[in-house]
């Protein structure tokens, strides 16, 4: 099925989706930034960039996803 | 646009426009168009949050590669400046890192970071009771090994490692320990 072909209720199932990704993602991220702070503060930094490259594979599905959002809207 | 979007705007309780109240059919909002909006707008917003959040990792990155790095040796004091029980600041690694060095016996020399790990205020010696007192928000640490005893910090105090050489107090190191 085309995106032009997607009645808007459709449409309203994909966005209720993909913002729950987005928020799992994001509360995932916040999770992250919280314990690799404390842990950097703690004198452990081996954390340190393992927890940046998960944030930002996280950023990258959010990125994607806003980017599925966009077509859909087109 | 499609032609679902065309038609008539949908209605909270599913009625037609007809068996609407007069003040819902002179504004007559179409409350599924409107929830898309606002979710695809708030999807945006998180993916930006997303984004600062990817960024706060980065800056952290950058921070320990600069904190990774050994601090240099610096003269503290010499011994005969302290009596036993006494404590004085100084400020090490740099002159932004207020710091205490206590003196506990003839021979035994402690200095720890004086900004409490709860919110960084400066920290006090109250060595009578053999702790460190930080009056911002009631905070405690034991004296000997700087780990919290009362209040909000739960990690110790940054250790300052040392080394005495003729008489004279070297700061050599900073220990950051976790809870």
């Not at chain 2, 309780?13 to 979710?39: S, T």
């Not at chain 2, 984004?51 to 240099?72: H, K, M, T, Y």
Request: hydrophobic fraction near 40%; charge should be neutral.
């Amino acid at each position: 099925m085309t995106n032009s072909r997607r009645t808007r209720s459709q449409r309203l199932s994909i966005i209720y989706g993909i913002l729950s990704i987005v928020v799992v993602l994001v509360v995932m991220q916040l999770w992250l930034l919280t314990a690799t702070m404390n842990a950097f503060l703690g004198g452990n930094h081996t954390v340190v960039v393992p927890a940046a490259l998960a944030s930002i594979a996280c950023l990258g599905l959010n990125a994607g996803l806003l980017r599925y959002l966009v077509v859909l809207d087109r | 646009m499609n032609g679902k979007d065309l038609q008539a705007p949908a209605f909270p309780d599913g009625r037609l426009e007809r068996d609407q109240p007069k003040w819902r059919r002179d504004f007559p909002i179409d409350v599924e168009a409107d929830e898309y909006g606002a979710r695809r707008d708030f999807t945006k917003f998180l993916v930006l949050t997303s984004l600062a959040f990817a960024c706060g990792q980065i800056w952290i990155v950058f921070l320990s590669l600069f904190r990774g790095r050994q601090p240099a040796e610096q003269r503290i004091a010499a011994i005969t400046d302290l009596e036993i029980g006494e404590a004085v600041s100084f400020h090490y690694p740099t002159d932004r890192d207020p710091c205490l060095l206590i003196r506990q016996s003839d021979d035994v020399f402690l200095a720890y970071s004086s900004q409490c790990t709860h919110l960084m205020c400066p920290v006090r010696p109250d060595l009578a009771h053999n702790r460190l007192h930080c009056p911002c928000h009631e905070g405690y640490f034991d004296a000997t090994t700087g780990q919290p005893t009362a209040g909000p910090p739960r990690r110790p105090l940054p250790r300052i490692h040392l080394r005495i050489d003729r008489g004279i107090v070297y700061a050599t190191d900073v220990e950051e320990r976790a809870s």
